[in-house]
């Protein structure tokens, strides 16, 4: 196994460049198994949930090859399969992805349950009542999904929460149904923008995206495609607060700055000074930030895969502050750790309390999913001492070389193959 060992209190000083969004990037691939031509997609990061699906889908029987620095190359020409290896599609979430892409190539699909973070419950219902409005039958068998139809024809269908998942896998399975598609309560994430700009440069008929009312007019084929993948604004943010939290000054490069409005607004409000261009987002160098009410929500709110690394910032806030957690019921597995850390956190609920302006100590940590696993790096960075976390697969699932990028920024992260775990049993 390996962890990170982490020599704190060090600034983060420097420029550094945004990845592909790993969020899109695993809607758009499984998206290239609707047609049989040739896709070519540009700006994929080099994370563990790329690598699982592009072995799934040469798996299925399509040609995939890496072209230079995040360049991929699908050809589906020859899939010959509905059935994901289970033992690579229960690793990860965004295996769900599969569902959508071959009930729309081969009318079914045999998949397990989605595996991926662990925080809290996290069903699918909203995915199955689209298939289902589609005319798709699903079953539930043994841990695996199996969804058939001999035909899928456009629905309307209204989500009864705004999903992500649901949204894309929904639109993926119609753009291939026979006439129209309405989705409600759509989810507007831009990642949900790039999937459909990707669907209709296919020839896929899409619009709405963005809003919460989607319609998709169904069509019987869909051709080659070039798309690059959006920047990843998740990936920025972390960057954004990890300056932040250090006190160091950090231009971040290759962003789409409007994807962040809600976490520029945050950061502006708890007087982190930021300069913002036209491609570009600089952190400048400033002293300990004050307390705020950080509130998750659908896009455009605060995202959920902030909350964590937010909290570990506005633990050096001196004073209160209340983090609510409106999308994820579970998501404050982080909060253990950063509490071994000195961190005075009080759970009630939905919400984490922060008495802040603490000095965090360095301790053995466990990163128990991704974007936790990243807020931990962060704490590490700013404690006194030597910080070691454990469970960094969960990072290296969605950030390229997380330790490698921050050290290029001055910080001091080693990367230590070991054969025991420090934590017992
Ligand atoms: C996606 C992102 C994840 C992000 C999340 C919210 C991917 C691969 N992952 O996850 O990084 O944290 O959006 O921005 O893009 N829900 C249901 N029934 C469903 C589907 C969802 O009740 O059928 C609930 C979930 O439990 C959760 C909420 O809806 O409480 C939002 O989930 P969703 O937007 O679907 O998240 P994911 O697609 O899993």
Same mark, same amino acid.
């Given at each position: ?26 809607? +758009? ?28 889908? #040469? ?11 995040? !360049?991929?190359?699908?050809?589906? &020409? ?25 009930? !729309?190539?081969?009318?079914? @699909? ?18 199955? #009542? ?46 291939? =149904? ?40 169904? +069509? ?24 932040? =939290? ?8 290759? @962003? ?6 809600? +976490? ?5 409000? @708890? ?18 930030? &004050? ?29 209160? &502050?209340? +983090? &609510? ?20 956190? #009080? ?41 070691? @976390? ?7 699932? !969605? ?14 992260? =080693?990367?230590? #193959? ?8």
């Amino acid at each position: 196994m390996e962890r990170l060992v982490i020599k704190g209190k060090q600034r983060l000083k420097g420029a550094t460049r945004v990845n592909g969004a790993k969020n899109a990037a695993v809607a +758009v691939i499984p998206a290239s198994l609707l047609t049989s031509s040739q896709v070519k997609i540009e700006n994929i990061p080099h994370i563990t949930d790329i690598e699982w699906l592009i072995e799934i889908l #040469k798996a299925l029987g399509a040609k995939v090859s890496r072209l230079g620095k995040g !360049g991929l190359l699908v050809d589906s &020409s020859g899939v010959n399969s509905f059935t994901p290896p289970h033992e690579l599609a229960d690793k990860f979430r965004a295996s769900y992805y599969l569902m959508g892409a071959l009930l !729309g190539r081969c009318g079914q @699909v045999e998949i397990p349950m989605p595996g991926g973070c662990n925080l809290g419950p996290r069903p699918i219902d909203q995915h199955i #009542k689209g298939f289902t409005a589609l005319g798709a039958n699903v079953n539930l068998e043994h841990g695996l999904v199996k969804i058939k139809a001999s035909k899928l024809k456009g629905a309307h269908i209204y989500l009864d929460v705004v999903s992500v998942g649901a949204t894309i896998n929904i639109m993926l399975a119609a753009a291939r =149904a026979e006439g129209k598609t309405v989705i409600e309560n759509a989810a507007k994430e831009p990642e949900i923008v790039d999937v459909a700009n990707f669907l209709n440069a296919m020839g896929a008929r899409v619009v709405g995206t963005g809003t919460d009312i989607i319609k998709i007019r169904g +069509v019987p084929s869909l051709g080659g495609v070039e798309h690059s993948v959006i920047p990843d604004r998740i990936e920025a943010g972390t960057f954004m607060i990890a300056a932040a =939290a250090t006190q160091g000054e950090v231009l971040i490069e290759d @962003v789409i700055p409007k994807h962040l409005d809600p +976490v520029i607004a945050k950061l502006k409000e @708890v007087g982190v000074p930021l300069e913002i261009g036209p491609d570009w987002i600089k952190v400048l160098a400033g002293n300990s930030c &004050s307390p705020a009410d950080v509130k998750t929500f659908p896009y455009p709110g605060f995202p959920t895969d902030l909350q964590a690394p937010m909290m570990v910032l506005l633990t050096q806030a001196p004073g209160t &502050s209340i +983090v &609510s957690e409106n999308v994820f019921e579970g998501r404050f597995r982080h909060v253990a750790e950063l509490k071994k850390m000195g961190a005075r956190i #009080k759970l009630e609920g939905r919400a984490a309390i922060i008495e802040g302006g603490r000095e965090l100590i360095s301790a053995p940590l466990k990163a128990a999913d991704l974007r936790g696993g990243a807020a931990l790096v962060i704490a590490g960075m700013i404690s006194r001492g030597e910080t070691i @976390v454990e469970g960094i697969e969960h990072i290296d699932r !969605g950030y390229e070389h997380l330790e490698e990028r921050f050290n290029r920024l001055g910080a001091k992260i =080693a990367r230590k #193959k070991v054969t025991e775990s420090v934590f017992p049993g």
